[in-house]
């Protein structure tokens, strides 16, 4: 098993610029999130999905869409990007309502 | 909005030293989680705790769920060089239908020397 994996590992946008940064799981779980890491702010959650067809926002939903149309995928799009979102983005995938959270590696974005 | 609050923020100890880091709310969790992170890597869990005045033990890391469920402490006893990175400790909902949503600490970043 790859277990959770992230593209890309770094990326250079600048102000208005769109993209997505991708996420996959190959262990079939039914939850997958998406995470900001700001310096002295912990993790902060972006959006979830509970199964494929299903998203909710969560904390800083602002500025990101999500959707998920298969189990395995679970995409984060930036409209339009801005210096604010220059962060650390992580993905996670867990077993419906079972403790484990499983982190990808990251995505390093810088908004100039 | 449930919080979570990690202290220190930072802690810089000689290896062999003892250390605890505390993760307090106002609100109640159904658990918290401990999380470790690396340089360059996504957070890995280290424990789950449950039940109010629980305690789990790790080697050489032990964990404590605040009877209230409301804050949570990590102590580790005679710390090693291995034990450097950023601490994270994350609470799960009350709430079922929240499913596996986490609320996050702001992390303590634990340094430890030889």
């Known amino acids: 098993n790859a277990g959770v994996t992230q593209t890309p590992k770094f990326q250079v946008l600048k102000t208005g610029q769109s993209m997505t940064l991708q996420c996959a799981q190959d262990m079939n779980h039914e939850y997958m999130s998406w995470y900001r890491q700001d310096p002295g702010m912990g993790l902060r959650l972006i959006h979830y999905?509970?199964?494929?067809?299903?998203?909710d926002q969560g904390e800083v939903p602002n500025g990101y869409n999500v959707s998920r149309s298969t189990t395995e995928d679970f995409p984060l799009r930036l409209l339009s990007a801005a210096p604010s979102q220059t962060s650390v983005y992580f993905c996670a995938s867990a077993l419906w309502h079972q403790e484990t959270q499983y982190f990808g590696p990251g995505t390093r974005l810088l908004v100039l | 909005t449930q919080l979570l609050e990690q202290s220190p923020q930072f802690l810089s100890i000689q290896e062999g030293e003892n250390l605890t880091v505390y993760c307090n709310s106002s609100?109640?969790?159904?658990?918290l989680q401990w999380y470790r992170q690396e340089p360059g890597e996504g957070p890995v869990l280290l424990v789950t705790?449950?039940?109010?005045?629980e305690v789990k033990k790790l080697k050489r890391l032990t964990f404590q769920f605040g009877d209230a469920r409301k804050d949570s402490s990590l102590h580790i006893t005679a710390a090693q060089p291995g034990d450097t990175g950023l601490y994270l400790c994350a609470g799960e909902s009350i709430f079922k239908a929240a499913g596996n949503k986490l609320t996050f600490g702001g992390g303590t970043r634990v340094l430890v020397k030889p």
């Open positions: 705790v449950v039940t109010g005045g």
């Open positions: 609100s109640v969790f159904s658990s």
């Open positions: 999905s509970v199964g494929a067809g299903i998203t």
